[in-house]
């Protein structure tokens, strides 16, 4: 018989659990506000002004509570592993999770990221010993089940949802297809690294700072090459609405929502905080419904049923 797990464990598990699920909800609405983004400046754009954004709001907060913009006392190693995870995940997989989502729209684009729990479980049993009871197994499926159940229903109307692309091409929608199989890659890569790098109760903020700063880096050395700074500069003056766009998104995905996943997946199972991170589909429903005055059907009601249920028994099982 396993022993029991004392109550400070406890809540530390269900402190990860929680964070993972107030996760998805600053995904849900940070997806929204860089779609729009991506419409004012296009993908790649986006993706520099939104580590710039993200890099200001996070050294602010670092600074605040720790005292420094940037953790200068962590080791060589740990920027090693949290660097290449920013590069993987926020570099490479942001990129195309941004085409799709100008592609395909943000509940289709965040449809391809509940690829990413199953690819992360399968790559945390293999770089990192994790393993899973067969009741989380059973609960992962459920919940990306509902999950997939719910992005993947038409609109009772026959008519494109607003927050696809109505003009899309035959040729643009298997472009945002590969775009969003590369994202879930690239998140659950991204994933795996930055567990390797937040070992010893290593602060989540201050990993997160890591992340982004490497990512802006790597990001900006590459625009400076290309020689597209000033184009840069020249589209973020001339789409102001858009740079509220890219400040709203950079506040509740990189600096809330980066920084709470960052806690989760320190201390709970990847598979686990991977699965309740991919519940913004879920949490685009009412936005949808109240905000694009899309309706909500049976099978949206059922598939939500089902997410949730799963998500339910990750948190008792």
């Known amino acids: 018989m396993q022993p029991l797990k004392s109550s400070w464990a406890r809540m530390t598990l269900s402190m990860g659990e929680i964070a993972a699920f107030i996760t998805a909800m600053c995904y849900s609405a940070s997806s929204i506000f860089f779609t729009m983004a991506v419409r004012k400046f296009g993908p790649l754009v986006t993706n520099r002004l939104r580590l710039v954004a993200a890099v200001f709001l996070l050294g602010t907060a670092h600074w605040i509570i720790f005292g420094t913009p940037i953790p200068s006392n962590a080791e060589a190693e740990r920027w090693f592993w949290l660097g290449s995870s920013g590069i993987v995940g926020l570099v490479i997989g942001d990129l195309f999770l941004f085409q799709a989502y100008i592609t395909l729209g943000p509940r289709l684009g965040l449809l391809f990221l509940s690829l990413s729990p199953a690819l992360t479980t399968l790559l945390a049993w293999i770089f990192l010993g994790e393993t899973l009871s067969t009741g989380n197994i059973f609960a992962i499926v459920l919940t990306l089940a509902g999950i997939s159940w719910v992005v993947m229903e038409s609109s009772p109307t026959g008519k494109p949802r607003l927050d696809m692309n109505p003009g899309i091409s035959q040729t643009l929608f298997i472009k945002g297809i590969f775009?969003?199989?590369?994202?879930?890659?690239?998140?659950?890569?991204?994933?795996?690294?930055?567990?390797?790098?937040?070992?010893?109760?290593?602060?989540?903020?201050?990993?997160?700072?890591?992340?982004?700063?490497?990512?802006?880096?790597?990001?900006?050395?590459?625009?400076?090459?290309?020689?597209?700074?000033?184009?840069?500069?020249?589209?973020?003056?001339?789409?102001?609405?858009?740079?509220?766009?890219?400040?709203?998104?950079?506040?509740?995905?990189?600096?809330?929502?980066?920084?709470?996943?960052?806690?989760?997946?320190?201390?709970?199972?990847?598979?686990?905080?991977?699965?309740?991170?991919?519940?913004?589909?879920i949490f685009l429903l009412p936005i949808g419904h109240f905000v694009f005055k899309e309706a909500i059907t049976w099978r949206a009601v059922v598939g939500t049923v089902i997410a949730v249920t799963g998500v339910a028994l990750l948190f008792l099982i």
């Open 179 to 281: 775009a969003g199989l590369i994202a879930a890659a690239g998140q659950s890569f991204g994933m795996v690294l930055a567990k390797n790098g937040l070992t010893g109760n290593f602060p989540a903020l201050s990993a997160n700072v890591i992340r982004m700063s490497v990512a802006f880096l790597a990001l900006w050395v590459v625009t400076i090459i290309q020689g597209q700074v000033i184009s840069t500069v020249q589209h973020a003056t001339n789409q102001r609405v858009g740079l509220i766009y890219v400040l709203g998104g950079s506040f509740f995905g990189p600096l809330i929502g980066v920084s709470l996943s960052m806690f989760a997946i320190q201390n709970i199972n990847l598979g686990i905080a991977s699965t309740i991170i991919a519940l913004p589909p």
